[in-house]
């Protein structure tokens, strides 16, 4: 059985991640792909919690690992289908509490066209 490759890009989504490697991690999104997060809506108000395009997620993650040197995710689980991850995993920062994230992907042509995370 062929391996889902919307699986292969949650994989290669958290090796970007947890290596802070921005550039391959902007790569995996398409250029006017959405972002949705509660962090971002307590961080930046004005957003509502959302922004669009890759430079505006460029400005955001490079703020969080300048910010936060630490962060990295510890994936749990993975459920793929042809149009969207779901991702469980744990967000780790020295001096805070882990934190259990869910965050769903959703895939166009091989690029993440949207992302949104939840967390209590």
């Keep these: 059985m062929n391996a889902n490759p919307n699986k292969e890009i949650a994989q290669q989504w958290f090796r970007a991640?947890?290596?802070?490697?921005?550039?391959?991690?902007?790569n995996l999104y398409k250029e006017d792909a959405q972002h949705f997060s509660p962090k971002l809506k307590v961080r930046h108000p004005e957003t509502r919690?959302?922004?669009?395009?890759?430079?505006?997620?460029?400005?955001?993650?490079?703020?969080?690992?300048?910010?936060?040197?630490?962060?990295?995710?510890?994936?749990i689980e993975f459920t793929a289908d042809e149009t969207r991850v779901f991702?469980?995993?744990?967000?780790h920062v020295n001096g805070e509490d882990d934190l259990s994230v869910g965050e769903v992907l959703e895939i166009e042509g091989g690029l993440i066209s949207s992302s949104r995370v939840y967390h209590g």
């Design 17 to 26: 991640f947890n290596e802070h490697n921005l550039e391959n991690l902007l």
């Design 49 to 75: 919690g959302l922004i669009k395009g890759r430079e505006a997620l460029r400005a955001w993650w490079k703020d969080s690992f300048e910010r936060l040197p630490s962060l990295s995710y510890e994936p």
């Design 87 to 91: 991702m469980e995993y744990i967000r």
